[in-house]
């Protein structure tokens, strides 16, 4: 039997994996400078949250889409509670950025403390979470894998 298939895909490589490393890595920056600007308030660590918000909610948006087309591809991904409950955080996770996002647009001190911080650490808490469900839905239930499971 084949592996559950992923829809958004070129050349057979599937897309949700490689554009989720983006927001990722921009959202667990955010954490670590909004707790550089708590501790020395400069204005530059604000200013890089706010950059790394915006640039990790824009290609969140790309990984959701790529990630809903694959959901919505192919029904035994449907069937795994694991993909629902990945997706589910994902959209968490996305929600919590955007309006981490809008709140860094204020005053830099308002921005980050104590409101942009705790947005930033709960986004990173709920990341590792959904992480491990999508390391799941690869390496156990063999999701967008090209070989055959055993």
Same mark, same amino acid.
């Given at each position: 039997?084949? @592996?559950?298939? !992923? $829809?958004? !895909?070129?050349?057979?490589?599937?897309? #949700?994996?490689?554009?989720?490393?983006?927001?990722?890595?921009?959202?667990?920056?955010?954490?670590?400078?909004?707790?550089?600007?708590?501790?020395?308030?400069?204005?530059?660590?604000? @200013?890089? !949250?706010?950059?790394?918000?915006?640039?990790?909610?824009?290609? /969140?948006?790309? /990984? /959701?889409?790529?990630?809903? $087309?694959?959901?919505?591809?192919?029904?035994?991904?449907? &069937?795994?509670? $694991? &993909?629902?409950?990945?997706?589910?955080? @994902?959209?968490?996770?996305?929600?919590?950025?955007?309006? @981490?996002?809008?709140?860094?647009? +204020?005053? /830099?001190?308002?921005?980050?403390?104590?409101?942009?911080?705790?947005?930033?650490?709960?986004?990173?808490?709920?990341?590792?979470?959904?992480?491990?469900?999508?390391?799941?839905?690869?390496? +156990? #239930?063999?999701?967008?894998?090209?070989?055959? &499971?055993?």
């Amino acid at each position: 039997m084949e @592996n559950p298939q !992923s $829809t958004a !895909s070129i050349a057979g490589h599937p897309i #949700h994996p490689m554009l989720v490393t983006i927001p990722i890595a921009c959202f667990v920056g955010t954490l670590f400078t909004d707790i550089a600007y708590w501790r020395t308030a400069e204005m530059t660590w604000a @200013n890089f !949250s706010a950059w790394l918000l915006t640039v990790g909610v824009i290609v /969140a948006i790309l /990984a /959701a889409i790529a990630g809903l $087309t694959d959901f919505l591809g192919d029904r035994r991904i449907r &069937a795994q509670p $694991t &993909a629902w409950l990945h997706m589910g955080g @994902n959209l968490v996770v996305l929600v919590l950025s955007f309006f @981490n996002m809008l709140v860094h647009t +204020r005053d /830099a001190w308002t921005s980050v403390v104590p409101t942009g911080l705790i947005l930033s650490a709960l986004v990173v808490i709920i990341l590792i979470f959904t992480g491990w469900l999508g390391w799941a839905l690869v390496y +156990r #239930h063999h999701v967008g894998v090209a070989d055959e &499971a055993t």
